[in-house]
């Protein structure tokens, strides 16, 4: 697993560990927050990436203390591994509170079972040694029960499947137009539908963002290369809004 720094200033960091070699699996990106000693783990990933994750992280945290895992929904190449992160660390795990009692059938065990804690619908402030990171709604986008997470020291909105791109090469995006097609199948299959983007979209333009960053493939760095994607979001068809006639009996 490589990784790679997004932002580093004082006593703040921000880094990016990049999954890659998973066979079949999606490629997946894990990323930690690092704030005077306290660290923050996002979106952790499946059995595959658990061992090597953990000991990344360990290694990243450099003697400091992992206090929260964030789950941002309840799919497994985020959620399979929370046990062995709850069993192996005193960190707290984050998940809206529509899925906590689903999060149990990846087996957590009852000693740590009270350690997942919910997010309410719209949102919360996490402390993170004095840093107020924002958990966002992003309901339907795509899971009913979907999370964001804002850090206003970096700038960085940290958008779970929300931007995600699967097949090329880089791992920032270079030319916005020319990254489309990376990611707008996925868009089209995976988000619910256009109301539910705008309303994100909405929300999130009250931020001061300089990079997205999602949970698989290329991020978007600079306010500009954000302006683009916010953008393509806003007037984006998606779920529903294609798939109304699929809904016919077979055959």
Known sequence: MTHSILFEQGNHRNVMLDEQDLGEAVQANHHLIVHDGKGIILDPGGHKAYRKALSDTTSL??????????????????????????????????????????????????????????????????????????????????????????????????SGDLGASLGMEYREVPDFDAHIRYMEGFHQRYMAGSKALRA????????????????????????????????????????IDLMEDVFQLPG
Not at 92 to 113: C, M, N, Q, T
């Open 61 to 158: 945290l450099k003697g400091g203390k992992l206090q929260y895992l964030f789950l941002s929904h309840q799919d497994p190449d985020i959620v399979a591994a929370v046990n062995g992160w709850l069993m192996t660390t005193d960190a707290d795990a984050y998940a809206s509170e529509i899925w906590l009692r689903f999060i149990p059938h990846f087996g957590v065990d009852k000693l740590v079972v009270n350690r997942l804690k919910g997010v309410p619908d719209r949102g919360m402030t996490l402390d993170l040694a004095g840093c107020k990171l924002l958990i966002l709604p992003a309901h339907f986008l795509h899971s009913c029960g979907n999370l964001h997470l804002y850090d206003p020291i970096s700038r960085v909105l940290y």
């Open 200 to 239: 994100w979209v909405r929300m999130v333009r009250g931020l001061d963002i300089e990079t997205i960053a999602p949970q698989h493939g290329a991020i978007f760095r600079g306010k500009e290369m954000v302006d683009r994607f916010l953008g393509w979001c806003d007037q984006l068809p998606c779920g």
